[in-house]
Nanobody
Framework: QVQLVESGGGLVQAGGSLKLSCAASGGTFSRYAMGWFRQAPGKEREFVAAISRSGGSTGYVDSVKDRFTISRVNAKNTVYLQMNSLKPEDTAVYYC??????????????????WGQGTQVTVSS
């Protein structure tokens, strides 16, 4: 079983950048497809980005394309989310997730088996 710990959240002005990290332990990281989701107050948790086991395939929700970049370093057991040109509507708790036995889990929540506790991102206008 894998444990996931997110970090890097905080308060930033609109137009700024943040880089989230998610450190995994307790499993073979390279066997897991990874993803980032977010949940704003009063809203459903939504997909943000996903990356395959090898890092060769990625996917994004339309609202973050060309602004966010997901990446991973398997040797460091870490997945990242670089967020640029942040907007107030990006404010949410961001969660990383791991999908076991899948090369790529995409935007389907049920494809993910493990979740972190989340990190708060607040973008001020």
């Amino acid at each position: 079983q894998v444990q996931l710990v997110e970090s890097g959240g905080g308060l930033v002005q609109a137009g700024g950048s943040l880089k989230l990290s998610c450190a995994a332990s307790g499993g073979t990281f390279s066997r897991y497809a990874m993803g980032w989701f977010r949940q704003a107050p009063g809203k459903e948790r939504e997909f943000v980005a996903a990356i395959s086991r090898s890092g060769g395939s990625t996917g994004y929700v339309d609202s973050v394309k060309d602004r966010f970049t997901i990446s991973r370093v398997n040797a460091k057991n870490t997945v990242y989310l670089q967020m640029n040109s942040l907007k107030p509507e990006d404010t949410a708790v961001y969660y990383c997730a791991a999908g076991s036995d899948r090369y790529y889990s995409g935007d389907v929540r049920s494809n993910y088996d493990y979740w972190g506790q989340g990190t708060q991102v607040t973008v001020s206008s």
